[in-house]
Nanobody
Framework: QVLLAESGGGLVQAGGSLRLSCAAS????????MGWFRQAPGKEREFVSA????????IFEDSVKGRSTISRDNAKNTVYLQMNSLKPEDTAVYYC????????????????WGQGTLVTVSS
C-alpha cells in the first residue's frame, strides 16, 4: 500500500506560483507513475499532470500546459507539481495519486490517493 501526503497549497494571488509536494511511503513508489488531479467546488475531479516512474515521460492537461512542471525525486519518495502564472480557475483541491498502469490521464488507473491540499487563487 502507498500512503500519500500532499503539501504546499495555500492562498496566492493571480499570476503567482506554488509548488505542491506529495510525499509517499510504502508500496514501491519509485516503480510507480504518479499523477496530480484537482477538484474545484461543484465540479468533477480533473486530470492535471502525470509523470512516469523514471521521470522521463510527462503529460499535462491543456489548461496548465506551458505553465506547470511535474517532477519527482525517487530518493526522497516525493513528486512535485510546480504551477506558475496561476489563475483563479486553478482554485481547487489538488490530489496526488499513484498509478497502477503508467502515467495516464485517467483517474481510474490510479489506485492510491492522498487527502488533498487546497489551492486558492485570488483575482
Amino acid at each position: 500500500q502507498v500512503l500519500l501526503a500532499e503539501s504546499g497549497g495555500g492562498l496566492v494571488q493571480a499570476g503567482g506560483s506554488l509548488r505542491l509536494s506529495c510525499a509517499a511511503s510504502g508500496g514501491a513508489f519509485s516503480r510507480r507513475a504518479m499523477g496530480w488531479f484537482r477538484q474545484a467546488p461543484g465540479k468533477e475531479r480533473e486530470f492535471v499532470s502525470a509523470i512516469s516512474w523514471n521521470g522521463q515521460s510527462t503529460i499535462f492537461e491543456d489548461s496548465v500546459k506551458g505553465r506547470s512542471t511535474i517532477s519527482r525525486d525517487n530518493a526522497k519518495n516525493t513528486v512535485y507539481l510546480q504551477m506558475n502564472s496561476l489563475k483563479p480557475e486553478d482554485t481547487a483541491v489538488y490530489y496526488c495519486a499513484a498509478s497502477d498502469r503508467g502515467a495516464t490521464a485517467d483517474w481510474r488507473d490510479y489506485v492510491y490517493w492522498g487527502q488533498g491540499t487546497l489551492v486558492t487563487v485570488s483575482s
